[in-house]
């Protein structure tokens, strides 16, 4: 398993969403063996207001590569509920992990020689 750091900022830490965090974690690691590590946040800004928005942010280093999601809740979204923000920046970041692997998996074509001029 990789190296990973969980802070909690705006927020109590939760021994059930470090949980969650760490198994959404697990599973990045079964989908590929070369992460170094990953920063996850988890803040509620705005905190005075009657419903708390959770706002999501990972940073996975790889090598050569960062991937990073940054779920900031817009008008429309609902990330009310913090496992269900949790699971969307994840859905997220195994998308954009699952790219990269199929991007380094596609063999480069060859560049094309120019054409000889026989005329």
Same mark, same amino acid.
């Given at each position: 398993m990789f190296y990973y750091q969980i802070d909690f900022s705006d927020c109590d830490p939760s021994d059930a969403v470090r949980f969650e965090i760490e198994? @959404? /974690? %697990? *599973?990045?690691d079964r989908l590929h063996d070369r992460i170094i590590e990953c920063h996850v946040s988890v $803040? +509620? #800004? @705005?905190? !005075? %207001? $009657? *419903? @708390?928005?959770? !706002? +999501?942010?990972? %940073? /996975?280093k790889l090598p050569g590569k960062v991937l990073v999601v940054d779920r900031d809740p817009d008008k429309n979204d609902t990330h009310t509920d913090i496992k269900i923000a949790i699971r969307d920046a994840f859905a997220k970041l195994t998308r954009q992990l699952e790219d990269y692997v199929r991007q380094r &998996? =596609? #063999?480069? #074509? &060859? #560049? =094309? &020689?120019? &054409? =000889?001029n026989w005329a």
């Open positions: 198994r @959404h /974690l %697990q *599973k990045l $803040r +509620i #800004p @705005h905190r !005075h %207001q $009657r *419903k @708390h928005t959770y !706002h +999501i942010n990972l %940073q /996975l &998996a =596609e #063999p480069t #074509p &060859a #560049p =094309e &020689a120019p &054409a =000889e």
